[in-house]
T-cell receptor
Framework: DQQVKQNSPSLSVQEGRISILNCDYT??????FLWYKKYPAEGPTFLIS?????DKNEDGRFTVFLNKSAKHLSLHIVPSQPGDSAVYFC???????????????FGQGTRLTINP | KAGVTQTPRYLIKTRGQQVTLSCSPI?????VSWYQQTPGQGLQFLFE???????NKGNFPGRFSGRQFSNSRSEMNVSTLELGDSALYLC??????????????FGPGTRLTVT
């Protein structure tokens, strides 16, 4: 059962335009969401996160939007740059009875290609 | 501040052998988590350790085990290796505080190939 889904395996965007990556989740217990970027042969790099008490979080060119009623989040990158070409993973976590215990559930990833 | 380090970076083993992977978290981080990444299954959670105690466990067989030392360094062990264990094993560390969820920072991974 895929609790976190990224339905687009790939996305191609022109340099300078907006990149929008989407993620859906099914588990209503998730209350913290993260986006990671991954280059080949490297571990994922944390980009931005959002708590379920918010609906938007912004950090420079990156903005994450959360729609709890739709169980949907998206990552916007503006403007897109060639260095943004990578695989992007969304991940979700649920507060547990054990304070602070963490388990991230990842989507399958979306390969973003920025064309010059 | 140094990032998460994992050793070795690459490993080749044969079926039936066992393997131990090592992870050193970011200084000051007390939570260490392990993930397996394969092309078919994506990134899957193995287990999480905090203060030398396993607090969370994913759906992997008992052949997969781990431990954490008093300096927060962690090891992961896989016994009786199978071909399907070939994967990138990622370690992530996190700064912990009571009741909070913090971002996890990943190491470069250990690429395990089982032949």
């Amino acid at each position: 059962d895929q609790q976190v889904k990224q339905n687009s395996p790939s996305l191609s965007v022109q340099e300078g335009r907006i990149s929008i990556l989407n993620c859906d989740y099914t588990n209503s217990m998730f209350d913290y969401f993260l986006w990671y970027k991954k280059y080949p042969a490297e571990g994922p790099t944390f980009l931005i996160s959002i708590s379920s008490i918010k609906d938007k979080n912004e950090d420079g060119r990156f903005t994450v939007f959360l729609n709890k009623s739709a169980k949907h989040l998206s990552l916007h990158i503006v403007p897109s740059q060639p260095g943004d070409s990578a695989v992007y993973f969304c991940a979700a976590s649920a507060s547990t009875r054990i304070q602070g215990a963490q388990k991230l559930v990842f989507g399958q990833g979306t390969r973003l290609t920025i064309n010059p | 501040k140094a990032g998460v380090t994992q050793t070795p970076r690459y490993l080749i083993k044969t079926r039936g052998q066992q393997v131990t992977l090592s992870c050193s978290p970011i200084s000051g981080h007390r939570s260490v988590s392990w993930y397996q990444q394969t092309p078919g299954q994506g990134l899957q959670f193995l287990f999480e350790y905090f203060s030398e105690t396993q607090r969370n466990k994913g759906n992997f067989p008992g052949r997969f085990s781990g431990r954490q030392f008093s300096n927060s360094r962690s090891e992961m062990n896989v016994s009786t290796l199978e071909l399907g264990d070939s994967a990138l094993y990622l370690c992530a560390s996190s700064l912990m505080a009571a009741g909070a969820i913090y971002e996890q920072y990943f190491g470069p991974g250990t690429r395990l190939t089982v032949t």
